[in-house]
């Protein structure tokens, strides 16, 4: 059983930046893929973005985070990290880590990961 815990979430004007880390439970992280999913008031659950521990580290994106957003990772520490730049009042959500352990291809939707944390809030003003 895994666990995860986000942090770094918080209030923050547009265009600002925010830098939210999921942090692991297992020694195991570098065989797991994680991913960052967002959910805002009324709608569901949209999948950020995720980074492929178990495939060497390779990230992939949603379309519309591409330029903005940045996942990266640190096995030694057991944790994931989500660069968010340029943010905008339609990136206000809870966010989410997710993992899966290995995965080999990539997965997009949220019931393809079995371990999630509770979430951060993010808030970006106008």
């Known amino acids: 059983q895994v666990q995860l815990v986000e942090s770094g979430g918080g209030l923050v004007q547009a265009g600002g930046s925010l830098r939210l880390s999921c942090a692991a439970s297992?020694?195991?992280?570098?065989?797991?893929?994680v991913g960052w999913f967002r959910q805002a008031p009324g709608k569901e659950r949209e999948f950020v973005g995720a980074?492929?521990?178990?495939?060497?580290?390779?990230?992939y994106y949603a379309d519309s985070m591409l330029g903005r957003f940045t996942i990266s990772g640190d096995n030694a520490k057991n944790a994931v990290y989500l660069q968010m730049n340029s943010l905008k009042p339609e990136d206000t959500g809870v966010y989410y880590c997710?993992?899966?352990?290995?995965?080999?291809?990539?997965?997009?939707?949220?019931?393809?990961?079995?371990?999630w944390g509770r979430g951060t809030q993010v808030t970006v003003s106008s």
């Open positions: 997710a993992a899966q352990p290995f995965l080999a291809e990539r997965r997009y939707a949220p019931g393809q990961y079995d371990y």
């Open positions: 297992t020694r195991t992280f570098s065989r797991y893929t």
């Open positions: 980074i492929m521990n178990w495939g060497g580290g390779s990230t």
